[in-house]
């Protein structure tokens, strides 16, 4: 693995850990109320997601470069073609993912992370660019350009992205939904190596996140549960359920 991707992994665990840091010194340091804290701590992380994800644009910079020189031709056209293909694709798998996980293995559809972000959201809306914008860029840099790239140049397609996959389901820390969590991984690894540019699936991820934190933001509790239920009857009559 070359130098800088070390680098932009430690920029990405220190980005994570920072707010832990920062939360622990300023509660330390302040009498500040529990609610100024946690607002406090939003806005450090949407700071050290947009610091962290400077410092990896510069750390990444020789490889858009060399992107650059091996695709001089127009490839927008095919860019678009795959975007929209990758979000079938991505919500094809994540139905079947979602099937498995609530049919056979009897586990909720709620996600805590989805959750908890859209109430973050609710409160301080500028936290948004993170789900929608700065997380996915960051994750497909790290998860498919770095481990995946990694992984890819050692073994085949299949047990690289199954891999991979498999780490950027266990980071998000909701083994309940590593299945569904792991197949969009496994999708989005299909099309970074499909169109030779990680752009596509940094615009599926970020399709994918901004459709569901949009969606949750603007339908009640009672709306989302009858989309659930609706969902769940769709999977099992498309998968024969």
Known sequence: MANHYWWVIITY?????????????????????????????????????????????????????????????????????????????????????????????????????????????RAIPLFMIIPAIIAPILEEVIFRKIIFGTFYKRMNFFLAALLSAFIFGIIHGEPEHLLIYASVGFVFAFLYVKTKTILVPIIVHMTLNTISVLVQYNLDPEDLERMRKQLEQTQMILIGG
Do not use: H
């Open 13 to 121: 665990i220190i980005m994570q850990l920072s707010g832990v840091v920062f939360v622990g010194i300023l509660s330390f340091a302040t009498n500040i109320s529990d609610e100024a804290l946690s607002i406090y701590s939003i806005y450090w992380s949407i700071f050290s997601f947009i610091v962290g994800l400077i410092i990896v644009l510069m750390l990444m910079k020789p490889d858009m470069k060399m992107g650059q020189a091996r695709n001089r031709e127009n490839k927008t056209p095919e860019i678009v073609l795959w975007s929209i293909l990758g979000l079938f694709m991505a919500y094809f798998a994540q139905g079947i993912a979602g099937f498995i996980e609530t049919e056979l293995l009897g586990f909720e559809m709620e996600s805590e992370n989805a959750e908890m972000i859209v109430g973050v959201i």
